[in-house]
């Protein structure tokens, strides 16, 4: 069922400790890499997200067409009414799954299950039917993968033959769409007869998470070689391991937009290291901006406000761009009039959430207004009501960087606010914890 959530704060001085749950992007890689090592990759800490969960879920069911007659079974259920995960077996040869809204989870499973022997049906929830994968889908069907489009040609749900000789090693795909069609040509490509060399054609977006993903398969024992736009990786074998995932810095990015906004903070955020993998720790320098202090020690990092001007003005997130919505929000709150370039992958993320930024801002006044690839922020119009009502549009950044906004309007409601569990089911309990009220209602 969903619910609205009405968050309200009449007290600006923050001071908690959060636990965050396992990174989304770790932990959806490390279950890949588990998978296709036949477990000997171990997973540590893993993600609560629910489409960590709904991923693990399908990896460990051991239905992966192994054997087609037996081990047919429906998935426990996963704690998030969005993130419907269901593995079934349809009349025909395909066993059907469903991945809900997991994007990563979609272009990973594709990889993932062209080279699984048997039939799947991979689809997910009417948004990721309009989420474009025929980047992936051209990589692969030139590696020699039978894969084709149940409905509309370029998007799922696809229909997987799985299991093929490979064609060719070498495969030129682009680069600046999305980094998750090379992540999951990558994740695979050690089990590939002949390895694979991958040519990445104009500007890459999103580069942290590919560095990521080679780590993560380094660690897994899996080399590889990047040199200039070529990374290669040659078949070998994984190593027996476990892989640890970090907490989320994208979650945590959250508490630095909590931080930015308040009077006086002081956080705590248990597990957080100055040395991630993940390219979201950026954050800690984009918030420094706003006068956030991070430091790093007791095995985490501590957040503190130290008032000072504001005088960064352009920000670049085509390396973070699931951090945009974070900052573009508390730019907004406090009136400073930056400019944003690096949007572009934003609009075929959960929503478009360019849109949904223009439409939620303009409550409070503001406008983001796109001037080909830079966007600026244009507060002069700015005004605080006394209660703002928040789209989230099915993505679960929109309910999370509208939350903060507690801090200067003095009821946010956020519609749907369910759709956090896709990444950070205990969002709404932590906000609780560090002294917001919560009033939910239908
Ligand atoms: O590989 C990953 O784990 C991700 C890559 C990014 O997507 P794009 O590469 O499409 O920008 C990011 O937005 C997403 O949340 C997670
Ligand atoms: C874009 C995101 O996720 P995905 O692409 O995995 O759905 C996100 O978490 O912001």
Known sequence: MSKNITVSRPNKTVKATIQLTGSKSECNRALVIEALSQGKVKVDNIS??????????ILRSQLVNENQESKIKNQEP????????????NTQQATEVNIGPAGTAMRFLTAYFALQPGEVLLTGTERMKQRPIGILVDALRQLGADITYAEKEGYPPLHIKGGFTQQ??????????????I??????????ANGLQLHIDGELTSRPYI??????????????????????????????????????????SYWYAVAALADEAELFLPGLTSYSLQGDSVITELMANFGITSQFKDGGVYLKKEPKPIVRKIF??????????????????LGHEATFTGLETLKIKETDRIKALQNELA????????????????????FIPDHITIQTYED?????AFAPLALVIPQVEIEDAQVVEKSYPAFWQDFKKAGFTIDTHV
């Open 396 to 400: 679960h950044r929109m309910a999370m």
């Open 211 to 252: 560095e990521m993903t080679l780590s993560m398969l380094q660690q897994a024992g899996i080399q590889h070689t990047w040199t200039d736009n070529i990374i290669s990786i040659a078949p070998q074998d994984f190593r027996e391991t476990s892989i640890w995932v970090e907490p989320d810095w994208s979650a945590a």
């Open 168 to 181: 060719t090693n070498q495969i030129t795909i682009k680069g600046d769409i999305s980094s998750q069609y």
């Open 78 to 89: 996963v704690n998030n009414a969005l993130a419907l995960s269901t593995i079934t077996q």
């Open 363 to 382: 409550k409070m006044g503001v406008e983001l207004v796109e001037k080909g690839q830079v966007y600026k922020l244009n507060c002069s119009q700015k």
């Open 316 to 333: 670049d997130l085509k390396s973070c761009p699931d951090l945009a919505q974070t900052l573009i929000v508390v730019c907004a709150a």
């Open 48 to 57: 609560d997200a629910a489409d960590a969960v709904t991923l693990a879920g």
């Open 183 to 192: 992540t999951a040509l990558l994740l695979v490509a050690s089990r590939l």
